[in-house]
């Protein structure tokens, strides 16, 4: 599921929760259930009850008292149920905020995707209100995201990027997309680890050891040219920091045949690009810079 905005497609953070309904709710029950139906859990007991009406597991654990007789256990589905939604709960809400300081990056009007997700959520709230009633933990995330979206919207321009976890999202969070020729740039994995390294690398002041990223959907230079970005405006220019030399060599199949020498010599070079609808205001900005420095 993806919110159309302009020409630019975003994943929906809150899928899990919009997509809620008596069919996914019964696919999450089934998971539960068989995790005892087919041995999956693990194996601590030795009798199984499971009351599929009630929704419960009865277990009989290997496990004994202090007067010798076995440990029951009841395991609910609904807690079950509560435990996953927590977590997609967070996950939405960290997916949110990283979307929304995209959107202001992008100097895009961000009162139009929280309005959609509001008006999602509420819409669930109502087509589904039999099913809310039934399992009442499905308002603690739905309600809480409502109220979460309305923080956001009235987060202010100034204050939305601070952090050094803000400035790599700045400046990175486009490769999550697609580019110029609409191709994704690169895998929700690979960006994923892309970032995770990155987080590692300004944390340990070191070059992190990741499986090496396949070719991604931009040109080398442009990529090259965003981690010096990066060291500018987190270190400034000087001294250069030699681990972003070994993680841009190390961690892209890009630079696969690049000697570091080059690496280092070429990493403050303006790329070239004819197309820079795509590309951050950030990276644009230091580019506009330097090319009325030159002329």
Known sequence: MKFIM????IQNPIKFFVTLNSFTIKMLKNDFLNLYKNGEAENRYSYINIDEDLELVELELLDID???NPITE???????????LRIEFEKAKESLYSTVVQLKIQKKDIAEFIDYNLKSLIKLQSKEEALIKKYPILNFPINGLINYLKELLEIDNASIIETEEDIVLEIFGFLKW????????????NYNRLINGIREMIETEKAPIIDKLPKINIPGDLLRYCFYVLHMRLYSIKPQREYFITFLKDSFTNFSNMEKSVLTRKFSVLPHIKDASYIPEIVKNTINKKLKKIK
């Open 178 to 189: 697609t580019n110029q020729y609409g191709q994704k740039i690169m895998s929700d994995s």
């Open 6 to 9: 302009g020409n630019t497609q």
């Open 74 to 84: 009841t395991v609910y589905f609904k807690q079950c149920l509560e435990k996953r």
């Open 66 to 68: 202090e007067y010798g």
